[in-house]
């Protein structure tokens, strides 16, 4: 049996592309989408036509990506058992108002797809407002992926808000690290993104947090190996045809604890500023993703309006 038949024995594996193709062949459990990946998929003569049907509309940048995003969503809930998600417009990740309305819309357009909204997870930067808007969402039955996960208060102010998945990323840290420290890594266990999801891992099933944790961020299939037992973990196409193709043993990291400790009580928004401002890596890398999802919209907005 290969290394991704394995992984699946023990982790949900989850496809983090907008490859139709991709998703056809590798069969994942659910797929993840982002402003990045959508911008390559309407490059892809596959989506030639969706993206011209699109344009016809004559919508605004925003609402034309929305429609993008919930049109190859919808492509991508027919190949897949469980749930696909969708992310909300980068730019709006400091306004909880502006999140909630968005995250309505897009769930409005999967409906109008006649696409259950159990299908369905929103995706949004876990940032103290988007983590706000998160919180009042699952109230509503929508229930949401708090994205770009970099420190420990943001994974605790998730669990708090009581948000259905967290997606801590695991390369992006290690790329900070080894840009700005040195670090050189040589065994997975001494990967600094690795040690991140661990600790989240530990710390929500400890605790008796519901919360689902997903990986996400991979440089390489050690990093992969290095998480296997995580809830969820998204994985790039590439990384799951090495995995399909290396027929080693794998050997299961994570296992849940026994909720043996009480839950800590909720961050206060002062709380979570603070501990996210002492760590530098955090505050780079959670605001340059954001910058880089909020270009790649607007490069993605550019292809879909008709002026282009």
Avoid at 128 to 144: D, F, H, K, M, T
Wanted: hydrophobic fraction near 40%; include cysteine.
């Amino acid at each position: 049996m290969n290394k991704l038949d394995q992984l699946r024995g023990m982790t949900d594996v989850v496809a983090d592309t907008g490859d139709i193709d991709a998703i056809e062949r590798l069969k994942p459990q659910d797929a993840t989408t982002n402003p990045s990946l959508l911008l390559k998929a309407a490059k892809m003569p596959r989506f030639e036509e969706l993206v011209a049907v699109v344009k016809a509309g004559n919508n605004s940048g925003a609402d034309a990506c929305d429609q993008f995003a919930v049109a190859v969503g919808a492509e991508i809930i027919k190949l897949i058992p469980g749930r696909i998600s969708t992310e909300v417009d980068a730019r709006l990740s400091f306004d909880t108002q502006a999140t909630l309305k968005k995250a309505r819309e897009v769930m409005a357009l999967y409906d109008n797809q006649g696409i259950n909204s159990e299908r369905i997870l929103i995706k949004i930067a876990a940032t103290w407002e988007g983590i706000r808007a998160a919180e009042i969402l699952e109230r509503e039955g929508i229930q949401c992926n708090l994205t770009l996960v970099f420190g420990f208060a943001q994974a605790q102010a998730c669990a708090d808000a009581g948000v259905f998945l967290i997606s801590p990323f695991v390369g992006r840290i290690l790329d900070w690290y080894m840009a700005n420290t040195g670090l050189k890594v040589t065994q997975s266990n001494e990967d600094p993104g690795v040690q991140s999801v661990n600790r989240i891992y530990e710390y929500y099933k400890s605790h008796g947090y519901g919360t689902v944790v997903m990986g996400a961020s991979f440089r390489n299939t050690g990093e992969v190996e290095a998480l296997a037992g995580c809830d969820r973990l998204t994985i790039s196409p590439d990384l799951m045809e090495a995995l399909s193709e290396d027929h080693g043993k794998l050997t299961r990291s994570l296992v849940p604890l026994p909720a043996t400790l009480n839950k800590a009580a909720p961050l206060s928004e002062g709380n979570f500023r603070w501990q996210n401002n002492e760590e530098t890596m955090v505050t780079d890398k959670l605001s340059d993703g954001i910058r880089r999802f909020a270009a790649d919209q607007v490069k993605l907005e550019h292809i879909l309006t008709r002026d282009h």
